[in-house]
């Protein structure tokens, strides 16, 4: 496994850690509260397995870095049993709005080019701000990191820097839609706008926005529809053993190395 680099107390979780929190702290009430928004039975998830932390059940092995996309469910307990067998790294859902997901499931095209398709509706505009993003005057560069393979290390410096960023996004997504929320992704933050407007944008209006904030940090195929997937909130993220947990705007310095809510309780013990 590839040794990554994270501020105090972060690590990839170990497969019966991963079991122990889906089995025991995952709230399925808070997803589906979460999704309301949308018709979660025409939502599809995802999951990667093992991709970064390299740590998978053995009979996952040949698709361990892929997303296997889980879009024929009958809901967030069917999906539940999915996570527990596959007991990934990560779990994601789409962002596309479809009218009808059966005809995914059948499409040859398998979710690619949606956006001329008459079952798309939309896709949920987000913001991925990934602190190993930032430039750091002791860790140089994202480009620099890679090349010493460290590609998603990051330290509270980029962390903080990042969570400026993405407070800073989030006011001016305010002032542009009605529905804007903040969530901890785990590693850096996502800002979601839940907003009919926003998820009517073209592909072209998202490439414009994203260059707009190529600066911040973001992960700019997420905010130009390119990336579909996003991590699901109340998830874990098992690359640093952090729950993915939305914000309110008395978050604004919200640290993952001691507050109560990221931790899962496998490293409380």
């Known amino acids: 496994m590839r040794r990554y680099k994270f501020p105090r107390g972060m690590r990839p979780s170990l497969l019966e850690e991963r079991e122990e929190f889906y089995k025991n702290?995952?709230?399925?009430k808070l997803c589906e509260e979460w999704l309301s928004w949308r018709d979660i039975m025409n939502t599809a998830f995802a999951v990667i397995v093992g991709r970064h932390t390299d740590i998978y059940p053995p009979e996952y092995e040949r698709v361990k870095k892929k997303a296997l996309i889980i879009d024929e469910h009958s809901g967030m307990k069917?999906?539940?049993?999915?996570?527990?067998?596959?007991l990934p790294e990560g779990v994601y859902y789409d962002r596309n709005v479809y009218k009808d997901l059966k005809k995914c499931v059948s499409c040859p095209k398998a979710y690619?080019?949606?956006?001329?398709c008459e079952n798309f509706l939309g896709q949920e505009l987000a913001f991925d701000v990934d602190p190993e993003n930032i430039p750091c005057p002791y860790h140089g560069t994202v480009k620099e990191k890679m090349e010493r393979h460290q590609g998603l290390s990051f330290c509270m410096i980029e962390f903080r820097k990042?969570?400026?960023?993405?407070?800073?996004?989030?006011?001016d997504m305010?002032?542009?839609?009605?529905?804007?929320?903040?969530?901890?992704?785990?590693?850096?933050?996502?800002?979601?706008?839940i907003d009919e407007k926003a998820m009517r944008m073209s592909k072209k209006e998202r490439e414009e926005l994203a260059k707009v904030y190529s600066s911040y940090g973001i992960d700019e195929w997420v905010t130009n529809g390119e990336m579909?997937?996003?991590?699901?909130?109340?998830s874990l993220n098992g690359l640093v053993s952090r729950v993915c947990i939305p914000l309110s705007e008395e978050d604004r310095r919200f640290d993952p190395r001691y507050d109560e809510r990221a931790i899962p309780k496998f490293l409380k013990k």
Request: glycine content about 4%; hydrophobic content about 40%.
């Open 162 to 171: 990042a969570r400026k960023y993405a407070w800073r996004i989030y006011e």
């Open 112 to 116: 690619k080019d949606c956006w001329d």
């Open 174 to 193: 305010k002032e542009e839609f009605k529905e804007v929320r903040m969530v901890y992704s785990g590693r850096g933050f996502h800002v979601h706008v």
């Open 78 to 86: 069917d999906v539940l049993e999915y996570i527990l067998q596959y």
């Open 25 to 28: 702290e995952f709230d399925l």
């Open 228 to 234: 579909r997937l996003i991590r699901l909130p109340y």
